[in-house]
């Protein structure tokens, strides 16, 4: 079973108001993903980290999403101003992130958000 | 661009009976592949995973899938279906390592587990 943590599991923002929500990696798991997922099953990648770097982000991570993971803190994404288009699932990952073997990628539960 | 693609987003079976899901991918070499499963208010997962070699992996609780590079396909099995089992399927890609890449789903494939 999968050690990721995320906090808050539901969050509930109005237009324009920001969100974040919070994730534990499992330990040991230097690389940390963030992942979108929507109503219709459509899974987006947002941004990847390994240790505090950022490898990977996606045009709209880069606009009004932000993220990082700081060392002995939990890894965080934030929405500055919320969209309706923004209301998904909310999929935090992590991986010992080496070739081979080590590319298991292993999920938490997710923060479901709701942009009222 | 690498792709997945389930062609059935719906399956229904009987508990007891056989179920096949189907994945096709698009990439021009050998990739990473896995499934995951989620269930009704959960997060993904892992069920089992491909890496170049032998062609047919065993999973968790009786799943099984299924390379085949001439078909561009990782089909998952299971012998007996349990009611335990309802839930949505996915199909994912990694072009190699995953920190790089990360992993390209298909949309999923409900599976609906009648008695």
């Known amino acids: 079973n999968s050690k990721v943590i995320q906090t808050p599991r539901y969050l509930v923002k109005g237009q324009g108001q920001k969100a974040k929500m919070r994730c534990i990696p499992e330990k040991g798991h230097p690389v940390v993903f963030w992942y979108q997922q929507n109503k219709n099953n459509e899974f987006k990648f947002l941004i990847n980290?390994?240790?505090?770097?950022?490898?990977?982000q996606i045009d709209m991570t880069e606009k009004r999403f932000s993220a990082e993971c700081p060392s002995n803190s939990p890894c965080s994404l934030e929405i500055q101003s919320s969209e309706a288009g923004d209301s998904a699932l909310y999929l935090c990952?992590?991986?010992?992130?080496?070739?081979?073997?080590?590319?298991?990628?292993?999920f938490g539960k997710g923060t479901r958000l709701t942009v009222v | 661009a690498q792709s997945v693609t389930q062609p059935d987003a719906r399956v229904t079976v009987s508990e007891g009976a056989s179920l096949q899901l189907r994945c096709k991918y698009s990439?021009?070499?050998?990739?990473?592949l896995f499934w995951y499963v989620q269930y009704p208010r959960q997060g993904l997962q892992l069920l089992l995973k491909?890496?170049?070699?032998?062609?047919v992996v065993q999973g968790v609780n009786g799943f099984e899938a299924e390379f085949s590079k001439s078909n561009s396909s990782f089909h998952l099995r299971k012998a007996s279906v349990h009611w335990s089992d309802w839930a949505v399927y996915f199909c994912?890609?990694?072009?190699?390592?995953?920190?790089?890449?990360?992993?390209?789903f298909g949309l999923g494939t409900r599976v609906s587990v009648f008695p």
């Open positions: 990952a992590s991986s010992l992130g080496t070739g081979g073997r080590g590319t298991e990628v292993f």
């Open positions: 990439y021009f070499g050998t990739p990473y």
């Open positions: 491909y890496y170049p070699g032998d062609p």
């Open positions: 994912a890609v990694s072009l190699g390592p995953v920190y790089a890449q990360g992993l390209t």
């Open positions: 980290f390994q240790n505090q770097e950022v490898l990977q």
